[in-house]
């Protein structure tokens, strides 16, 4: 049976097609929004699995937990992927599902054993929401003057502290 080795969200995965490397952009833990409700953003579980033996083939399923611990979107290929090489990298676009509110939502990566389905690794994301934008209060002529007036005052005494140090 496959061992998923590491899991990883992020917004991009470049794959050099020269030389086979793999560059990881934007990982992510946590995202904020202005308001509900919101579709999920697109993003990549990029995971890496090792095969035990030649024979192995991988059976996953990928999914999306809300904070209420039900599922609102899951990927799980037809048929299990054939791993002709000792190491697979598997990377999945999810996204799209509708975000209600914020809190905790996890995304599961599990693998089916021949039997049931075991959860291999799990990912949190945290979804808050941005506090309002507040409408700037236009300030009073009297009151630019003093800020001018206090910074001069502060970048005086800033240079006296630096020639009382020397």
């Given at each position: ?26 990982a ?61 990298r ?5 996204g ?71």
């Amino acid at each position: 049976m496959p061992i998923l080795q590491w899991a990883l969200i992020c917004n991009r995965v470049i794959t050099d097609k020269e030389t086979n490397s793999v560059s990881y952009i934007d990982a992510l833990e946590a995202f904020a929004v202005s308001s509900f409700p919101i579709p999920f953003p697109p993003v990549c579980v990029s995971t890496l699995w090792c095969r035990e033996s030649e024979e192995d083939t991988l059976r996953v399923r990928i999914r999306i937990q809300d904070p209420a611990g039900q599922t609102i979107q899951s990927f799980e290929p037809d048929q299990p992927t054939p791993l002709p090489k000792k190491r697979h990298r598997l990377n999945v676009i999810l996204g799209g599902a509708e975000i209600r509110e914020p809190g905790e939502f996890v995304i599961i990566i599990e693998q089916h054993t021949g039997k049931r389905w075991r959860m291999e690794h799990s990912l949190p994301i945290d979804v808050s929401q941005l506090p309002p934008v507040q409408e700037a209060v236009p300030r009073s002529r009297n009151r630019r003057k003093r800020s001018r007036v206090t910074k001069a005052v502060q970048q005086r005494h800033s240079a006296g502290d630096v020639s009382r140090r020397r």
